[in-house]
């Protein structure tokens, strides 16, 4: 084990220097490590306290996960994704106190926040103070919050209490969500490293993602994104009286 650690260890100073925009340069090759693994936890940790952008599993598709409140790994993360600054990002954390802790969420109760997480579904309401990176969503006062149901990043969250995740799909803008990890290879050169847990899922619905419901009005939400679990999110939120602020595409 102190050997896998040693050579772990060593590919991931020999990534330290790389940048998405050497594209011709020999690409070193990345850290795969699979989510059962006793040093995954503490590997992925290691990478967030480097400033690193990894891959990692969701309960929907694979994301690219850092540190949201580290500015140079915002940036890094954008530009492995090739995504517009202006563009959002959610972040992900362990569990309901977390999210009021990121998120202005004094209007939600427990009990609705209970029956809608964890699971597929990102929470859109206003950021608090505590989110301090001034390139995390630049164009918003508004945050998207997760909570997946999904042991290995809910394990990591809890690691890494004291800051959350920021948290995106792990394919270039516009492409295909990722279901399996060789579905974003091209990425791997660029990051710390990729936890694997096979394929996700067996349908191709995985890929629509986490439903996205904006919650910062009382009493009303607008959809965003329909994602996979849409149809059960508003069961939930008519349930406790909430109204649509806009009809589903």
């Not at 598709?61 to 530009?79: R, S, T």
């Not at 579904?121 to 969503?137: D, M």
């Not at 516009?174 to 060789?182: D, E, F, G, K, V």
């Amino acid at each position: 084990m102190r050997y896998l650690q040693t050579v772990i260890l060593r590919r991931l100073c020999a990534q330290s220097t790389m940048k998405p925009k050497q594209q011709d340069s020999p690409a070193t090759p990345p850290v795969i490590c699979p989510v059962e693994s006793v040093d995954a936890l503490r590997l992925a940790e290691q990478c967030l306290h480097q400033g690193k952008v990894i891959a990692l599993p969701t309960d929907t598709v694979y994301g690219l996960a850092c540190d949201a409140n580290n500015e140079e790994a915002i940036q890094h993360m954008y530009e492995i994704k090739g995504r517009d600054e202006h563009k959002p990002v959610a972040i992900c954390v362990n569990n309901i106190a977390a999210l009021r802790r990121f998120g202005h969420a004094s209007h939600l109760s427990d009990e609705l926040l209970t029956r809608l997480l964890p699971g597929p579904l990102t929470i859109v309401i206003e950021r608090t103070p505590q989110l301090s990176n001034r390139f995390l969503n630049p164009s918003t006062s508004k945050i998207g919050i997760r909570i997946p149901d999904f042991k290995f990043i809910r394990e990591l969250c809890a690691k890494w209490h004291e800051q959350p995740l920021a948290l995106t799909s792990a394919n270039r803008s516009s492409a295909p969500s990722s279901l399996q990890i060789s579905e974003f290879q091209t990425l791997w050169p660029h990051l710390g490293a990729v936890f694997n847990a096979g394929r996700i899922g067996l349908s191709e619905e995985r890929r629509l993602a986490s439903t996205v419901i904006d919650l910062v009005t009382p009493g009303r939400y607008e959809v965003v994104r329909a994602g996979v679990a849409l149809k059960e999110t508003l069961a939930v939120l008519h349930e406790f009286g909430y109204t649509a602020k806009n009809k589903i595409q």
